[in-house]
T-cell receptor, first 113, second 114 residues
């Protein structure tokens, strides 16, 4: 029973264009969401987060959008760069689950030259 | 520099042997975590510790053991009881596990059973 789902195993985007990574969740108690980036054989690195009291958070080229009614969040990367090629994980946590991070399966982003 | 260090990066184990993965952090974080990553799957929680001398089982604790004798250290032992130990293991820490904060990860240890 996956509470956090990333339904696209991979995504290919042209360099310079916008990359949109999607994440759906089922637990309405989740109140904090995070995106991580992971290169092969390395640990994930934190990218950006959003609290459920907001619907948008922006940091440079990265913007996360949260649609609570649809239980959906997305990460926008614009413009996409070759170094953005990696696996992206979304994660969520809830106070009533002891703030444990629940992870999606990841989406592999490939930036084409 | 502050961070989390996992060692070794690559580890080979013979079937039937126990092996211990090291995780050290100098971030002064209270909470530490062990995850396992398999191809095509998200991170699955093995064990976590919110404070020294205390730890809790995660979703897939069978065949693993941990200790938390020092705030900086959270070693993971993969025992012979773990039926499918070949995986990528990740250690993480958080400043405060009782609020919404990001986790910081080590570089990972690739364990292969030969």
């Amino acid at each position: 029973d996956q509470q956090v789902k990333q339904n696209s195993p991979s995504l290919s985007v042209q360099e310079g264009r916008i990359s949109i990574l999607n994440c759906d969740y089922t637990n309405s108690m989740f109140d904090y969401f995070l995106w991580y980036k992971k290169y092969p054989a390395e640990g994930p690195t934190f990218l950006i987060s959003i609290s459920s009291i907001k619907d948008k958070n922006e940091d440079g080229r990265f913007t996360v959008f949260l649609n609570k009614s649809a239980k959906h969040l997305s990460l926008h990367i614009v413009p996409s760069q070759p170094g953005d090629s990696a696996v992206y994980f979304c994660a969520a946590s809830a106070r009533d689950s002891n703030y444990q991070l629940i992870w999606g399966a990841g989406t592999k982003l490939i930036i084409k030259p | 520099d502050g961070g989390i260090t996992q060692s070794p990066k690559y580890l080979f184990r013979k079937e039937g042997q126990n092996v211990t993965l090291s995780c050290e952090q100098n971030l002064n974080h209270d909470a530490m975590y062990w995850y396992r990553q398999d191809p095509g799957q998200g991170l699955r929680l093995i064990y976590y510790s919110q404070i020294v001398n205390d730890f809790q089982k995660g979703d897939i604790a069978e065949g693993y053991s941990v200790s938390r004798e020092k705030k900086e250290s959270f070693p993971l032992t993969v025992t012979s009881a773990q039926k499918n130990p070949t995986a990528f293991y990740l250690c993480a820490s958080r400043g405060n596990s009782r609020m919404n904060t990001e986790a910081f990860f080590g570089q990972g240890t690739r364990l292969t059973v030969v």
